[in-house]
C-alpha cells in the first residue's frame, strides 16, 4: 500500500505550463506503476499518463501526447507531470494513481485542481 499526495495544480492561461508532483509514501513505490489522471466537470475520469514500474515503460493519451510528459524518481518516491502548452480542455482534477507490479490501480490520491483559462 502507498499513500499519494498530489500537488502542483493551479489556474493558468492557455499555452502556459505546470508540473504535477505525486508524492507516495511507502516502502514499494518502485514497485508500483504510477499513473496519472484526470476528471473535468460533468465527464468520466479518464487516463492521462503511466509510467510503469519495470523498464519505466510510457504511455499517455492522444489528446496529450507532445504536451504532457511523465516521469518518475524513484529515490524520492515520487511521479511527476510536466505539462506544456495547456489548453483549456485540460481543465480537470488531476489525480495520480498506484498500481502494484502494473496489476489494478488500487491507490489513489486526493487530487489536484488544474484550470486552464481562455
Known amino acids: 500500500q502507498v499513500q499519494l499526495v498530489e500537488s502542483g495544480g493551479g489556474l493558468v492561461q492557455a499555452g502556459a505550463s505546470l508540473r504535477l508532483s505525486c508524492a507516495a509514501s511507502?516502502?514499494?513505490?518502485?514497485?508500483?506503476?504510477m499513473g496519472w489522471f484526470r476528471q473535468a466537470p460533468g465527464k468520466e475520469r479518464e487516463f492521462v499518463a503511466a509510467?510503469?514500474?519495470?523498464?519505466?515503460?510510457?504511455t499517455y493519451a492522444d489528446s496529450v501526447k507532445g504536451r504532457f510528459t511523465i516521469s518518475r524518481d524513484n529515490a524520492k518516491n515520487t511521479v511527476y507531470l510536466q505539462m506544456n502548452s495547456l489548453k483549456p480542455e485540460d481543465t480537470a482534477v488531476y489525480y495520480c494513481?498506484?498500481?502494484?507490479?502494473?496489476?489494478?490501480?488500487?491507490?489513489w490520491g486526493q487530487g489536484t485542481q488544474v484550470t486552464v483559462s481562455s
Open positions: 509510467i510503469s514500474w519495470f523498464a519505466g515503460v510510457i
Open positions: 511507502g516502502r514499494t513505490f518502485a514497485s508500483n506503476t
Open positions: 494513481a498506484a498500481a502494484y507490479r502494473g496489476r489494478e490501480y488500487t491507490n
